[in-house]
């Protein structure tokens, strides 16, 4: 007899998501995004060996790329996603080796909490120096 | 009140796939999603198929997805859902039989393998004693009435069908946790492995589909560091 049977991707779309399924979904989104980016970091990185040959050019010309408005974004982005990865991941040590399991929903608040402040913060320090140069410019 | 019942209908000696079929009942706040599912069987759909046994929680045959959450249909009540349209569908991850009923063979071959009994060698001089302690350890994991609501909304398992799922888990755990039980790393070693607790990324959908309010991931919390104490 054949019996039918969805498959797990339209399982995983049709069923209810609850805060702990967000918390997974975001911790792997995070986790291949940050597997992506250590990749581009090596590459980006391996570039700037050949200061030994050209005297710093490369090196500056790669600095001058990363503190332009766009980079700074993307790395405040980046950061995000650092800091939801290691936060959560702190979460699910304290679930699996801790008492955590007994309290993950509010442990989930908190991650959240002090993600978005640390996010925020992050912001002003990559930015104040940007929107005060701005500012001063202007006045 | 009227509310729209869309059910998942599938017969598997004629069907290639599962389709929706709506029913429309006038019912009370305080009526169970059970009561609701035995009147469209009875008054409008006769073919309609379900399981029930004790249909008060406890034999655990009627765990069903609602709106997208697995429930049992016998503790869930109209008020509980607070939706003027029901989506029933069978609990997933399993294959389905007939509408509602899904094979639960899987599920039941999993759980033998974290022998879900008591291992003792001798047999007692009485009784076998246990403090109130001890026996605390496991007052939540006995609960279980092995429904399948856990197993079946564990996203390791949808992508996984060979993990042992939570139900399985907390089986293991009732047993090595028992003071009783003589051979506890028996129990153990059949979860030690890369389907069986390893497999659990805490992602608490279980926990949420429990009627029986068993925090799952916390039991597999607990056998995860018995395994790293038993290593160091
Ligand atoms: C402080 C730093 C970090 C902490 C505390 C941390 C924690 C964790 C934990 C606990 C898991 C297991 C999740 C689960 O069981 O589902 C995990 C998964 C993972 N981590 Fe990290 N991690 C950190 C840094 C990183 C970095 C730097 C990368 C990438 C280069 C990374 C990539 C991944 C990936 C790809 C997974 C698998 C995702 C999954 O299973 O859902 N992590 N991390
Ligand atoms: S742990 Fe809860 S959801 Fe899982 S089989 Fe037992 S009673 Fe059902
Ligand atoms: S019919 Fe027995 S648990 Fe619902």
Redesign the pocket.
Known sequence: MNFYQSGWTKVLTTYHRFAGSWA?IF??I??????A??FMHIIALSNLQKHKIDGGKAFNEEMALFSSPFFLVIEWLLFAF?LY??????R??LV?FANGARYHKQLHYAVVTIGVIAFIAMGYVIFSHQVNKTVAMLF | MQVTFSIQRYDSSKDKKPYRQEFKLDVEPTDRILDCLDRIKWDFEGSLTYRRSCSHGICGSDAININGKNMLACQVLIQDIKKKRIKIDPIPGMPIIKDLVVDTTDFFAKYEVVKPYLIAKNPPPKERFQSVADRALIDEAVNCILCGACTSSCPSMWGNPNYLGPAAMLKAYRFAFDSRDEAPAEHLEAIDTSDGVWR????FNCVEACPKEINLTWHISQLKKKMVEREL
Not at chain 1, 30 to 35: N, P, R, V
Not at chain 1, 85 to 90: C, P, R, S, V
């Open positions: 997974w911790h792997r995070s986790g291949l995004a940050l597997t980016y250590i650092v990865h290691t936060l959560n991941g702190i699910i040590v699996d | 659990c990324h805490t992602i």
